[in-house]
């Protein structure tokens, strides 16, 4: 079974940086397109940035356009999420996520998406 792992996740000040990776674990995972998504304490999931398989084409919220970067080495499988010029908005648990899907678009929707890390948490202090 095939399991996503996140990382780097932490504490950090408003305006500092982070950037989390994702990588499988277990059995090799396909070139699938994958994304990132928080959820924000008491409130639902969302989207966050979504790439695709060839790491040509990405795609974000507006919450978070311009200050963070999604990115990919296929050869290894693994998603990074840079995220720069944190708010405190921006706390959540962070997941990343890939689709079954063999597929060169960058895909917003959740449901699209089969595997999913177990989340990692991102505080912004202010």
């Known amino acids: 079974q095939v399991q996503l792992v996140e990382s780097g996740g932490g504490l950090v000040q408003a305006g500092g940086s982070l950037r989390l990776s994702c990588a499988p674990s277990?059995?090799?995972?396909?070139?699938?397109?994958m994304g990132w998504f928080r959820q924000p304490p008491g409130k639902e999931r969302e989207f966050v940035a979504a790439?695709?398989?060839?790491?040509?084409?990405?795609a974000y919220a507006d919450s978070v356009k311009g200050r963070f970067t999604i990115s990919r080495q296929s050869a290894k499988n693994t998603e990074y999420l840079q995220m720069d010029s944190l708010k405190p908005e921006d706390t959540a648990v962070y997941y990343c996520?890939?689709?079954?899907?063999?597929?060169?678009?960058?895909?917003?929707?959740?449901?699209?998406?089969?595997?999913w890390g177990q989340g990692t948490q991102v505080t912004v202090s202010s």
């Open positions: 996520a890939a689709t079954g899907k063999l597929s060169d678009y960058a895909i917003r929707n959740s449901q699209d998406y089969v595997y």
């Open positions: 277990g059995r090799t995972l396909s070139t699938y397109a």
């Open positions: 790439i695709s398989r060839s790491g040509t084409n990405t």
